[in-house]
Each structure stands twice: as C-alpha cells, then as structure tokens.
C-alpha cells in the first residue's frame, strides 16, 4: 500500500459554507471551497485506484476515529471524479468523521464498468481496515455513497457484513429500471453495464440492489424533489428509508443544506 503525504493535520483549514435553499444546482456544489486531503492511499495498480483520507477537524473526535467511506456519484462515468465531492468530505469531517473518499475506474476508464466498478470498491474498503495498521476499524464505520455511488454502496455493504451501516443519498436502488428511464444519466447505464436488462439479465440481477441482500443497518435518504435519480419503490427494499420532501439530488453534497444536516443526524445514530 503507497501512502503519499498531502498536508498536515495541523494546517488544515476551517471551511465555512453557506446556507442553501433545497433544491439545490449542481453549480452551487461545483463553487464551493474544500480543503485538501491529508493523504493519498494507493488500493491497487491502476492509477485511479486510490483512497484520500481526510481527518475530522473535532478534537472530541480524534481519538474515537469515526469513519465514513464515502463513495462519489456521477453516473458511472469516467467524466465525473471524485472531485465534486471535496466539499463534502471536508463538511463530514468538520462535523466529527474521518472521511475515506473512493476513487474507482467508472466507464470509459481501462477495466471499468460493471464489474470491475464494483471490485474497485469493495477493494477500496478493505483497503481502509489495513491502513496505519488497522487505525479504522469497519465495524465502526459507515458506508455512504451518492446516486451512482449510491448503487456502489449499497451492493457492496450487502457482502461486507462488519461495517457498521449503510447510507445511500440518492441512491440508485433498481438498476434495471433506472437503464430504461429517458434522463442523461439513465440513458448511460448501458454504458457502465455493457448493454440493456434484456441483453444482460444475469449480471443486471447481480448489480441490482433491490435484488440482492442489503447489509441489515441499510439506510436510504431520498429527495422528493430528485429528477435525476428518483425514488422508485423504496417502500420494497428491506431497509430504512427518510424522504424530505423539497429536496433534490445535490443537496445530499452540499454542506450547507438541510439534507447534510440530516445526513450527519443519522451517522452520529449509527456510530455512537
């Protein structure tokens, strides 16, 4: 495992971010301020098989190491990296959590795409129980991923038993049914899956999170305002589900809305 030093625990600044209506643009998230990560982690060969760890800022905290493994969005796509998400690792770790933000081979990239996608993933969180010498540990450590990410953790949170929970934000929960939507980014799950439902029934099963065990602690928080991902039938899945109406599908990576405030409400539930 490579570890790169970034900067300093000591240097890292305190980001304040604005208050924001729900509903919020991607172009609010895309302006906000971040501060580095403290380290690069290396999970395996491929360049874009990396984790950047970010330390909580609370000194209450510090000791008692809470971790979030956090898991980008962006449709799958090798367009979208793990950069829209700094500002809400910096929020997570101003409010009191060690956040280990994924980087992963999306399609387009070498070896993307469903499978290779998901076994980034799941190496990628192992790879957090082997660093500094088992610093984290998973049993007390909480999965979130957004929209694509979403998806991401909710699969691999249903194999990876010890981790304490699971939270999609906006989460893809039927891929199946997600492929065959009109939107931007459901016209390109063919991409991620190589082809429709009806071309890849068996491995659209395997990917699909409505049909696959989800780890016991699942959680799923859904706007009533999201048009990219929508909620679809999650009063089916075997898991918890918050909907805020009013809400939309940035606002889950905005540090300055309302749905990260619940979203922090709940991880101090699970990690207390």
Avoid at 6 to 27: C, G, L, M, R, T
Avoid at 65 to 73: D, N, R, S, T
Avoid at 84 to 89: D, E
Wanted: net charge negative; aromatic share 10%; charged share 20%.
């Amino acid at each position: 495992m490579c570890i790169f030093s970034w900067v300093s625990h000591s240097e890292v600044p305190i980001v304040q971010f604005p208050k924001v209506a729900n509903n919020v643009d991607y172009s609010k998230v895309a302006e906000l301020s971040f501060s580095a990560p403290v380290e690069k982690v290396s999970y395996g060969v491929d360049p874009l098989q990396y984790a950047l760890l970010w330390r909580t800022t609370s000194l209450e905290n510090a000791q008692r190491k809470p971790l979030v493994v956090l898991i980008h969005g962006g449709c799958w796509l090798s367009a979208y990296d793990i950069q829209h998400t700094f500002a809400l690792s910096t929020g997570l770790a101003q409010a009191g959590f060690n956040v280990w933000s994924l980087e992963y081979r999306r399609s387009g990239d070498s070896g993307g795409g469903w499978p290779g996608t998901y076994e980034d993933i799941k190496a990628g969180i192992f790879a957090a129980a082997k660093y500094n010498n088992g610093e984290f540990d998973l049993s007390e450590s909480v999965l979130v991923g957004h929209s694509a990410g979403g998806h991401l953790a909710l699969l691999a949170g249903g194999v990876i038993k010890r981790l304490k929970g699971v939270i999609g934000l906006a989460a893809i929960t039927d891929i199946e049914e997600y492929a065959i939507g009109s939107n931007s980014c459901q016209q390109v799950t063919k991409n991620f899956m190589h082809g429709m439902p009806k071309e890849k029934a068996l491995d659209y099963e395997m990917a699909n999170p409505s049909k696959q065990a989800l780890h016991p602690n699942s959680l799923i928080l859904q706007g009533g305002k999201d048009a990219i991902v929508p909620g679809f039938e999650l009063d089916k899945l075997d898991s918890e589900v918050i909907m805020l109406d009013g809400v939309g599908h940035f606002d889950w990576i905005h540090p300055g809305s309302d749905a990260f405030d619940t979203l922090t409400k709940q991880l101090n539930g699970l990690l207390k």
